[in-house]
C-alpha cells in the first residue's frame, strides 16, 4: 500500500452557504415537528410560533437589490399587516438575530403603503378581501409577500404558509418573487411546494 493512500482524504470547508443551508434545514425542521396541544387556543399560538420563526428564517434565504438594502448595518424591516398580535410573536422570534450584521425589526402596519418600506412583509387572513389591491400596491416596492392563507400563493403571494400532517409547509410562487425584485435561495425553494 502507497503512503499517499494511507492518508485520509482532504475535505474542503463548507462554504458558507451550505452551512447556512444546514441550519435552515435543521431549524425548519425543529419549528415544524408536530406539537402536541391540550386546547385549540394553545395549539393556534404554538403555531404561530413556528410560523414566526419561519418569517425570522427567509430573511437569511432571501435576496434583495443593493438599493433597497442600504448600506450595512441597515436594519432588515418585517411588516406585519392585519395583525398586529402576530407582530408580537415576529418580534419575539427576531430577537437578538441579525442576517449579514443586519437587526431585524418587526413593525405592526394598517394599510399597504406603511409596508411598502419593508423587506418582508406578512400579510394576515384578514386581508383576503383586500390581496388584490395590497399586491398592486406591494408591486413597485421590491419586498417579499408572505401569507399563510389558502390560496395566497396561488394570487400572488411569494410565500404562503401552510399546515399539512400537523406541520408548517411552504409554498413558493416563483414568479410572483420574481417580479417582486427578490431572489429566493435555492436551498428554500428545495423546501418547497412551486405553485404559479
Known amino acids: 500500500m502507497h503512503p499517499e493512500n494511507s492518508l485520509p482524504p482532504v475535505v474542503p470547508p463548507a462554504p458558507k452557504r451550505v452551512y ?3 441550519l435552515l434545514l ?17 395549539e393556534r399560538a404554538n403555531s404561530r410560533d413556528v410560523k414566526a420563526v419561519f418569517l425570522v428564517n ?3 434565504f432571501t435576496e434583495w437589490p443593493a438599493t433597497k438594502l442600504g448600506p450595512p448595518p441597515a436594519r432588515l424591516l418585517i411588516a406585519i ?3 398586529p398580535s402576530f407582530a408580537a410573536a415576529v418580534e419575539k422570534a427576531a430577537a ?4 449579514n450584521g443586519r437587526p431585524i425589526a418587526v413593525q405592526a402596519v394598517e394599510t399597504a403603503e406603511q409596508a411598502a418600506g419593508a423587506h418582508l412583509v406578512f400579510i394576515a387572513s384578514s ?3 383586500r390581496l388584490p389591491a395590497v399586491l398592486r400596491t406591494l408591486a413597485g416596492a421590491t419586498v417579499l409577500t408572505v401569507g399563510d392563507t389558502d390560496g395566497f400563493a396561488q394570487d400572488g403571494v411569494a410565500i404562503n404558509l401552510y399546515t399539512f400532517d400537523n406541520r408548517v409547509r411552504i409554498e413558493v410562487n416563483s414568479t410572483a418573487a420574481a417580479r ?3 431572489h429566493l435561495s435555492a436551498n428554500l425553494m428545495r423546501l418547497a411546494r412551486i405553485v404559479e
Open 26 to 42: 435543521l431549524t425548519l425542521a425543529l419549528a415544524s415537528a408536530p406539537h402536541q396541544a391540550a386546547a385549540g387556543s394553545e
Open 127 to 129: 386581508q383576503t378581501h
Open 58 to 60: 427567509f430573511l437569511s
Open 81 to 83: 399587516l392585519g395583525d
Open 20 to 22: 447556512a443551508a444546514g
Open 180 to 182: 417582486a425584485g427578490v
Open 96 to 99: 437578538g438575530h441579525t442576517v
